[in-house]
Structure formats: structure tokens, C-alpha cells
């Protein structure tokens, strides 16, 4: 099956820990995101990446970090800067082009801090 | 990109259409109409997006005003499984950046 696949499902924080959050696609898109959304609110842009080796800052980097090596794979680390990590956790992809730039959200990684 | 203005809630009966109205008075001439929605606790799911025309597929119906000012999202026969937030988004089609989601419709149908 052709998809965005996010592990895990939910994730536990400790004070002062880091936590790498997992994002896998088998669409070939180039363009791939993060996400995060509170409760009863939208989703607001953490990380974008448009092709290997590169990535920017979305609205809210600041406590987040993420690396692209591969095509497929678009990992987030919300780290021990991030003072209030507690969200749901969205990653995307796309083929930024033309009229059919959809993104394709995986199932989402619910992250809680312990 | 330009702003949406939706409902902040609609409830239809089972079998029935589901009408979710969007107005985005600001849109550019170069901006796209995007419809998504959100089942609980699940990733945003893509419906159908349209410039000027009408829109169909195998989900729902995109209804755009002429001076496309607002649209309209129909699901012609709504079933439990349609119950979820509905986002109305305005982008440009050839931005490979964020999607910007407002607070959406929260549609609940009815048995």
C-alpha cells in the first residue's frame, strides 16, 4: 500500500529528553512536512522539506529539529527545548507542482510529556 | 494566502446532502479552493479542490461562485462515517509551502 507512515502512534516525554518522532512516505514525493495541532485548533507548520538535503522553518521551529538523508524519510525531534511539546503531531507529503499540489497526511504521532 | 471563513459547526441527517458553506472574499485570481477534513484523532484527508468551475469526484461536489467569493462543499448522501471538521483552505496551486487550517466546520450526521 502506498502511504505515509508515522511511528509511533503515541510517545511519551520525560523532562529534559529528547524524542525522535518517525515519518516514512512510499509516494516519491519530493516535498514533505510536520505539523502540529492542539487541541480544537488547526494545524500549524513545524518543518517543510522540498527535496533531499534541505529543509526550512516553518511558523513554529523554535525547540524542533528535523534532518532529511533520504527521499522517503523526514524524522522530527522535539527537543528538550520544546517547553510545551503535549500535541498531535502531523507529517505530510506532496508533489509541490502545478494545480495538484495535495498533501498526504499520515496518521498522526500523539506526543505526552510524563 | 487568503483567509476563509467558516461555520463553526452543522449537523445533517444520514442519507440526506450536507451543504458546508466557505466565503473567502480576499481570494487572488491565482488562488485554489482546497476542501480537507479531519476524522477525530486521524490525519487531515483530502476531498477536492477547484479554481473557477464546478468540481465532482467520488467524494463530494465543490460549488465556486462566479466573482468566486465563496464555495460550496457538497457530500450528496452523508453517511456517520462523513462526521469530522471540514477545513476550506485558499492557496496558490504551485506553492509547495503550508496549508493553512482555520478552525474548519465541525459536521456531525445524524442517524
Known amino acids: 500500500d502506498g502511504g505515509i507512515t508515522q511511528s509511533p502512534k503515541y510517545l511519551f516525554r520525560k523532562e529534559g529528553q529528547n524524542v525522535t518522532l518517525s515519518c516514512e512516505q512510499n509516494l516519491n514525493h519530493d516535498a514533505m512536512y510536520w505539523y502540529r495541532q492542539d487541541p480544537g485548533q488547526g494545524l500549524r507548520l513545524i518543518y517543510y522539506?522540498?527535496?533531499?538535503?534541505?529543509?526550512q522553518k516553518g511558523d513554529i521551529a523554535e525547540g524542533y529539529s528535523v534532518s532529511r538523508e533520504k527521499k522517503e524519510s523526514f524524522p522530527l525531534t522535539v527537543t528538550s527545548a520544546q517547553k510545551n511539546p503535549t500535541a498531535f503531531y502531523l507529517c505530510?507529503?506532496?508533489?509541490?507542482?502545478?494545480?495538484?499540489?495535495?498533501?498526504?497526511f499520515g496518521a498522526g504521532t500523539r506526543l505526552s510529556v510524563l | 494566502d487568503a483567509k476563509t471563513t467558516q461555520p463553526t459547526s452543522m449537523d445533517c441527517a444520514e442519507g440526506r446532502a450536507a451543504n458546508l458553506p466557505c466565503n473567502h472574499s480576499t481570494i487572488s485570481g491565482n488562488e485554489y479552493v482546497y476542501w480537507y477534513r479531519q476524522i477525530h484523532s486521524q490525519g487531515p484527508q483530502y476531498i477536492i479542490h477547484g479554481l473557477k468551475n464546478n468540481e465532482t469526484n467520488e467524494m463530494a461536489s465543490l460549488i465556486i461562485t462566479e466573482d468566486r467569493k465563496s464555495s460550496t462543499l457538497i457530500l450528496p448522501h452523508a453517511t456517520l462515517r462523513d462526521t469530522a471538521v471540514y477545513y476550506c483552505i485558499v492557496r496558490v496551486a504551485d506553492s509547495s509551502y503550508k496549508l493553512i487550517f482555520g478552525s474548519g466546520t465541525r459536521l456531525l450526521v445524524r442517524p
Open positions: 505530510a507529503s506532496s508533489i509541490p507542482q502545478g494545480s495538484k499540489n495535495i498533501q498526504y
Open positions: 522539506s522540498q527535496i533531499v538535503n534541505d529543509f
